[in-house]
């Protein structure tokens, strides 16, 4: 096990690096001047304009500003903003919020889909199941902003003027503490807690057929025991593996989701930084997003072997 994940991190520095490249060459390609963008709609003082040119070495050759970037980057540096802020006191500022709103997302898609879709294969045919078809398909076709603005009129403007509830806030307020993260959360996992739903449904469908669980239910063991000991445990294999990748993209895709509910989160940060052409604040939190990723899938891989015995690393 210790071998796999030594190899496992050895592995991950080309992909950091091609990652990071990529972004890199996407950034400092894009169309714009970085330096006029922080004028605004003004002209930039040329003076200025090359000084600043100068100090982040924005005049190098493209190659050779990456090398002064990844450099900083195994340095633990990411770098500073134009502004003169440094990218790691910016994004340190905004993950917290996006941390806590993934992994309530998190939770929330796991819960709730692996129990939509366990009622759903044990109740296949009936009532229960084709809610959980029709709900899930509702859901995945609609787009997340809309999805967004709905359930912030419906609970969080509706509800309290018709009714008097007032437990969803409208817009994110720190002080609200959990409960600020709920209603956010929700429309962030909404599609995938569809997806992980239909999921669980097939594999678990899938795996109650299997000769395994048949001998099982021929020695007479209880249905409880046989799908929480036995089958779940194995259709439980891809709905870990679609958690695991969803859990980097909860946190690169919270954009929309931060930007409805005026949260200043790293994809509030993100997109501004995009529209500034601030590159180094984008590489940056792609970075620190890809090295997430890579660990998370990492964990995955570990976690096949405590649900399938048979799966070996060495």
């Known amino acids: 096990m210790g071998r796999y994940v030594i190899r496992r991190l050895i592995q991950a520095i080309p992909v950091l690096l091609g990652a990071t490249l990529l972004i890199y060459a996407l950034v400092h390609y894009l169309p714009g001047d970085p330096v006029q963008a922080l004028a605004g709609e003004k002209r930039a003082d040329p003076l200025v304009a090359e000084m600043i040119r100068q100090k982040y070495h924005l005049n190098d050759p493209f190659l050779l500003q990456y090398w002064n970037y990844i450099s900083g980057v195994f340095k633990g540096d990411l770098g500073e903003s134009l502004t003169g802020r440094s990218v790691t006191d910016m994004i340190s500022e905004a993950f917290p919020y996006t941390v806590n709103l993934a992994l309530v997302a998190f939770i929330m898609e796991a819960v709730i889909g ?6 759903a294969a044990l109740r296949k045919g009936k009532f229960i199941d084709q809610l959980v078809l029709i709900s899930t ?12 603005f709905v359930l912030q009129l419906v609970l969080g ?28 959360a929700f429309v962030l996992a909404s599609t995938s807690l569809a997806y992980v739903a239909r999921l669980t449904r097939t594999s678990l469908m899938e795996t109650m057929r299997a000769d395994y669980v048949r001998t099982a239910v021929a020695k007479g063991l209880k249905r409880r025991r046989v799908i929480g000991r036995h089958a779940l445990r194995n259709a439980l294999i891809p709905i870990v ?31 501004q ?21 890579l660990i998370t899938t990492l ?12 799966i070996r690393y060495e």
């Open 114 to 119: 692996v129990l939509a879709g366990v009622m």
């Open 137 to 148: 398909l509702f859901v995945i076709s609609i787009p997340v902003f809309v999805t967004g």
């Open 157 to 184: 403007v509706k509800l309290k003027t018709d009714y008097g509830v007032d437990f969803f806030p409208v817009s994110f307020n720190e002080e609200d503490g959990l409960r600020a993260y709920l209603l956010p």
């Open 241 to 271: 593996t679609f958690l695991g990748a969803d859990l980097g993209g909860l946190m690169g895709g919270a954009v929309i989701t931060e930007k409805i509910f005026n949260m200043h989160g790293i994809g509030g940060l993100l997109a």
């Open 273 to 293: 930084s995009v529209y500034q052409k601030q590159g180094t604040v984008i590489v940056g939190m792609v970075t620190l997003l890809v090295m997430i990723y």
């Open 299 to 310: 964990l995955v891989d570990l976690l096949y072997a405590v649900l399938d015995p048979r």
